[in-house]
């Protein structure tokens, strides 16, 4: 459709941030029959473990773990009224995460959860973590936590970011007579450094994967199963985990890694190519450059980098640009500022005040509660604590008063917030639900 300047298209819904928060608020959007243009350059998710932690830590000072996420939730929102999490009802939480599983599932990259509470998993660090939903890819290192069979961990030579033994040094008390091995990568035998994501896509061919197999085989011995760093296919069907398991004779897992992420890039991937073919208009990896009206009209945004530009309006936009590493926060020596719109961040009162002496100060740092105050439709507030515009919304790690690091809330806060926003666009503009 044409906007009001003519040749620039118009949307029901701009999406500023391609983290988690900004491609499920494109994936609400579409589902729910509104025109989505989404836009950024931030690379998180790459980053991402592929894990989708709920809620697990809380409180931070005490460092409580809990076994049932919705009861984590229930008592966080008795606590911390302002949290985000806390602002929406459970209903729209599970509505939201099994949207988004759902939508995973159809495109190939399903997700395992136990019902009613978090799954224990392995860490590229030999410590265990509860997260709620699980890549299929790696449910049988969480089934091996609970039974202990015979295990063997295996590494690549040259793959920095993942050691065999010192996941096993982590279990040796939980999971005791974890052998370790180190094998040679399938064509890449000559070279001191290999990557995740080339090995991902070798292992997408049957010639490296029946390799990789005859390597195996000889050191698996007594093994019922055997981990290997999550570098199985870059796409993520459990077809590769299994079909290797089946050449070895052992059941096999992945094991997520340390820094750049193969479940984190079919996650990222996954979305990018699902959301274009619904429809959405995307510019990855480009640039708001600027935003101008919604006071009684769309927003016009400007979307692109120094050499090229492309103007598109928009009834309504979600803010999902995460806080510094995604940049929709900055900081100077004397606050926090928010990028896009230059909104009000809540921030301690002068820098001094944003770290504790103790870097690993359990409680944290103030500086971690950073971030945009809200109305209950996660509006953005101005300076006078009114919604800075009608349709303007904000979703994910860019909201304040929370901590979702350490609390270990990541996909349930990205999802849940934009959850929230898309609905609460939906009720200010008074659109209908499409199918």
């Not at 989404?38 to 592929?50: D, I, V």
């Not at 993942?162 to 064509?187: D, E, H, I, K, N």
């Not at 769309?298 to 940049?327: C, M, N, W, Y």
């Not at 359990?362 to 006078?384: C, E, I, M, N």
Request: charged share 25%; with cysteine; proline share 6%.
């Amino acid at each position: 459709m044409k906007g009001a300047g003519g040749d620039h298209p118009e949307f029901d819904l701009a999406v500023i941030g391609t983290g988690m928060a900004g491609l499920s608020a494109a994936l609400f959007a579409s589902n729910r029959g509104l025109s989505v243009v989404l836009a950024g350059r931030t690379g998180g998710l790459t980053y991402a473990s592929g894990l989708f932690d709920l809620a697990e830590i809380h409180p931070i000072r005490d460092g409580r773990s809990w076994s049932d996420p919705w009861d984590a939730i229930d008592t966080l929102r008795a606590d911390i009224r302002d949290h985000p999490l806390a602002r929406v009802p459970n209903r729209d939480i599970r509505t939201a995460i099994e949207e988004i599983l759902s939508f995973l599932k159809g495109a190939g990259l399903p997700y395992h959860v136990e019902k009613g509470k978090n799954s224990e998993t392995i860490t590229p660090l030999g410590t265990i973590k509860r997260t709620y939903a699980v890549p299929l890819t790696m449910t049988g290192g969480v089934r091996a936590l609970v039974e202990r069979p015979s295990g063997l961990l295996v590494d690549f030579q040259g793959l920095k970011e993942y050691s065999a033994a010192m996941v096993a040094a982590g279990l040796r008390s939980r999971w005791p007579g974890l052998r370790t091995a180190s094998v040679a990568f399938p064509g890449m035998e000559r070279m001191s450094r290999v990557y995740a994501r080339p090995m991902a896509q070798a292992l997408e061919l049957e010639v490296h994967l029946e390799t990789l197999a005859e390597r195996l085989r000889p050191i698996v011995g007594d093994a019922q199963v055997v981990g290997l760093p999550a570098v199985l296919g870059l796409n993520g069907r459990r077809e590769i985990t299994v079909r290797l398991g089946e050449m070895i004779g052992a059941s096999v897992f992945e094991v997520p890694m340390l820094s750049v992420s193969v479940p984190g890039m079919r996650l990222k991937e996954t979305f990018e190519r699902e959301l274009a073919a619904r429809g959405v208009t995307h510019f990855f990896q480009k640039k708001v450059l600027a935003v101008h009206g919604g006071s009684g009209g769309p927003f016009t945004l400007s979307i692109g980098d120094e050499e090229k530009s492309q103007t598109v309006h928009a009834k309504g936009v979600v803010l999902a640009t995460g806080r510094f590493f995604g940049k929709g926060l900055a900081a100077d020596r004397k606050r926090i500022r928010e990028t896009v719109f230059d909104l009000p961040v809540i921030q301690p009162r002068d820098r001094t005040r944003w770290h504790r002496e103790d870097l690993m100060d359990p409680k944290g740092h103030p500086v971690s509660l950073a971030g945009l105050q809200t109305d209950d439709a996660f509006r953005p507030l101005d300076r006078s604590g009114r919604p800075a515009f009608r349709t303007l919304f904000a979703a994910g790690s860019i909201l304040a008063h929370q901590d979702w690091i350490r609390t270990k809330c990541g996909t349930g806060l990205a999802a849940a917030t934009a959850y929230a926003a898309v609905e609460a666009f939906q009720g200010e503009t008074g659109r209908e639900e499409g199918p």
